[in-house]
């Protein structure tokens, strides 16, 4: 079944990655969502000892695992956490994740994304930590543009947050470097309203999903892969607060994905594609793979017709979207 091939996948990237992390110390942020656990997950798996931060409780059965639930906006508590694990590696992946345009939302997500993360570089440029990975996106401006203007108050908080990684390595010698994370699929997603899990979940109820136009190309790539890849990135890769980036590599339509969705669940649904408007600025990207597989010697192992199986399996096995 499904599970059994997915369980395939995880022991291969556990045997990959239990050389370069075994006993080895990692904080994780972000650790209740849906990359953090994952990451948490596979580190645990390849005998890693972790430490979670998120604003919420994460309960995972493991004696090398620990948690604190804290609002990484909350600078003293940060440093507190940093000086009382003192991890080696940090994958700094906690953030405020929207698409919205509306005014409201540059406050929130300059604290979840900016501040937050400022914080985080700070206490590991002063307990010593060997290597930062911090989570960037593919909505941040091309820094190749001659006058980048963000898209929206997400990419402009996470595009600050990529000035000031390059500003901690070159001023404070932290070692840092930025994975510029393409779009992120697989089972237990837990934002339901993202595409494939809404899909998913509406073909499982026989039910038409209602999409925008369909027609923008999107770098897909499954959660294990991220996972592995960030993972790589705290042994591997540049310091300066450069990019990565971990995609696929190949650009698929919206509208293709949730084609391809309705054609596994088999359900004689089809897409109400032009339902709901297209947004403003969507950002058209594909990642790097020669240059990030020449970095850390990792490409994405997944595809995309094998990861939409298990995904959609998943959420069949789980009809209300929940882990």
């Known amino acids: 079944g499904s599970s059994a091939a997915s369980d395939v996948y995880k022991r291969q990237i556990v045997m990959r ?7 080895r110390k990692y904080l994780v ?8 656990r994952a990451v948490c997950q596979q580190l645990l798996d390849a005998g890693a000892v972790v430490h979670g931060v998120a604003r919420r409780e994460v309960s995972i059965e493991s004696d090398r695992w620990s948690h604190s639930a804290l609002n990484l906006a909350d600078a003293a508590a940060v440093d507190d956490v940093f000086g009382t694990i003192r991890p080696e590696f940090v994958i700094h992946l906690a953030s405020c994740v929207t698409g919205k345009r509306e005014v409201n939302w540059v406050r929130e997500t300059m604290l979840g994304n900016l501040v937050s993360a400022v914080h985080v570089m700070t206490a590991a440029q ?3 930590v060997e290597k930062c990975v911090m989570a960037g996106s593919l909505e941040e401006p091309d820094e190749t543009e001659s006058r980048p203007v963000p898209a929206s108050p997400y990419a402009a908080s996470k595009w600050s947050a990529s000035a000031y990684s390059r500003m901690m390595h070159a001023l404070y010698g932290l070692n840092v470097s930025v994975a510029r994370i393409f779009m992120v699929y697989g089972p237990g997603q ?16 026989g039910q038409a999903p209602q999409l925008m136009s369909g027609g923008r190309p999107v770098d897909w790539i499954f959660i294990d892969d991220v996972a592995e890849g960030l993972i790589r990135m705290t042994h591997a890769g540049p310091i300066d607060g450069s990019y990565v980036d971990l995609g696929s590599g190949r ?24 339902a709901v408007p ?17 970095e850390l010697g990792w ?21 209300s979207g929940d882990a």
């Not at 942020?29 to 953090?36: D, L």
């Not at 297209?278 to 020449?294: G, H, I, L, S």
């Not at 490409?299 to 009809?319: I, S, V």
Request: glycine share 10%.
């Open 17 to 23: 990655l239990a050389d370069i992390c075994k006993d």
């Open 29 to 36: 942020t972000g650790a209740s969502g849906f990359i953090g």
């Open 126 to 128: 002063a307990n010593g």
């Open 190 to 205: 837990q934002d339901t309203n993202k595409l494939v899990p809404y899909v998913c979940l509406s073909a499982n109820r």
């Open 251 to 274: 650009l698929v339509t919206t509208g293709d994905i949730a084609e391809r969705i309705c054609t596994i669940a088999e359900s004689g649904v089809t897409p109400d594609f032009g």
């Open 278 to 294: 297209d947004r403003a600025m969507e950002q058209v990207r594909v990642a790097d793979t020669k240059a990030t597989e020449a």
């Open 299 to 319: 490409t994405a192992a997944t595809g995309l017709d094998k990861g939409l199986e298990l995904t959609y399996r998943w959420y069949q096995d789980h009809p």
